[in-house]
């Protein structure tokens, strides 16, 4: 079955050019807001239907609607939150966790600095809460200057975390990881992440992550590149990118 | 006082008596509502309504094929609902009645005049 954001994005076509700037702000808003990612797209696909049905009729987007979509669309998230208590942060989680595994599985670690890998983790959850609430409060305008610089800054931060973690943490909760290990927990971590896409009818955008898991483990275990991605600047280059990559996946929302 | 104000509070049982009527979707009841004298009536201030009128129990959706794109989704009335509808009615009946009373009562009259005792 297609999704419903992949309907959403073909039917979104057919509105005129300031009609749909007009929707996918309220798109936007609603993505990020809304707590229950299939009644939040069933709903946009029901405002997109009729939105089509009003502009066939002359009417423009903001005539239909209404001249103040934020305060609509603040009510829409306040009935969506309340049907169901699946919520963002499931979804950050899930990004958590995704980088975890990527991680564990893309590195051949032979040891792991427990109390270090919290730190990256919090780092990651912070950097996305940040993404998530800058592109909420700029729905409705443009992203402003301030925004871009918030994320960068966040960013940059969470590199430096990355690169100072293992240095600054105390060496106490260090466990050793055999190579059976690792492939065992990565086995059950892939086979949790293909169920849990299936459940939630994402199974398209869980093979993004899926890719990425298997792309970075690529890169570490070939020997072209192994070498130069076993090293300490090569890990650290690796989880930059990995980070950069689900970072710009939270902007996924514009698309 | 804003008209609009007034109108809100009885949008929700305005709702549930057109679509007692006949099965819409969100499009048809903007219009329809629009066409009995919810001049001013934005469609960003009906999906909230129909969202929780829905999870209210009062409502039910269906999906329905359409002839442009994917399917729409269609709302009607619940037994519920139907019962909601009743309590609307007579909550709407006894409050226009006080508030004809008030108005009686306190020299005012059908043209928005207010006659002042002496």
């Keep these: ?255 | 006082m804003n008209n609009s104000q007034l109108l809100k509070g009885t949008l929700e049982g305005c709702v549930l008596l057109v679509i007692s009527q006949q099965e819409v979707y969100g499009y048809e009841l903007v219009t329809k509502l629009q066409h009995l004298g919810f001049f001013d009536l934005s469609a960003g201030t009906v999906y909230p309504l129909l969202q929780k009128l829905e999870r209210q129990g009062y409502l039910e959706s269906q999906l329905r094929a359409s002839n442009e794109g994917p399917k729409r989704k269609y709302y009607h009335l619940t037994a519920s609902g139907q019962r909601q509808i009743q309590n609307f009615i007579t909550d709407w009946q006894q409050l226009t009645a006080t508030v004809t009373a008030v108005i009686e009562q306190t020299g005012g009259s059908k043209d928005g005049a207010i006659e002042r005792k002496k």
């Design chain 1, 1 to 255: 079955m297609e999704p419903l954001s992949e309907k959403n994005n073909q039917l979104r076509e057919k509105l005129t050019r300031e009609n749909r700037k007009y929707y996918e702000n309220l798109l936007l808003y609603l993505r990020i807001k809304g707590k229950d990612e299939l009644v939040t797209e069933a709903v946009l696909l029901e405002i997109l239907q009729d939105m089509l049905e009003a502009q066939a009729n002359g009417r423009s987007a903001q005539q239909y609607f209404g001249a103040d979509p934020k305060v609509a669309a603040d009510e829409l998230v306040t009935e969506i939150n309340g049907a169901k208590q699946a919520n963002l942060k499931e979804n950050l989680s899930l990004n958590v966790f995704i980088f975890c595994l990527i991680t564990l599985l893309a590195f051949t670690h032979t040891e792991i600095n427990v109390i270090a890998y919290m730190i990256e983790i919090v780092g990651m959850v912070i950097l996305l809460n940040i993404t998530l609430t800058l592109l909420a409060t700029d729905a409705f305008k443009r992203v402003s200057w301030r925004s871009y610089l918030g994320v960068g800054v966040a960013f940059m931060v969470y590199v430096g975390v990355l690169l100072l973690s293992d240095y600054f943490t105390p060496k106490t909760l260090i466990y050793p990881l055999g190579p059976a290990t690792l492939w065992g927990i990565g086995a059950l971590f892939v086979i949790y992440l293909v169920l849990y896409f299936k459940w939630n009818d994402h199974f398209s955008s869980g093979l993004f992550y899926i890719g990425a898991l298997a792309f970075a483990a690529t890169l570490v275990h070939l020997p072209l590149t192994g070498n130069i991605f076993q090293t300490l600047w090569g890990q650290v280059s690796l989880l930059v990118m990995l980070a950069l990559i689900l970072t710009v996946k939270a902007f996924k929302f514009k698309k």
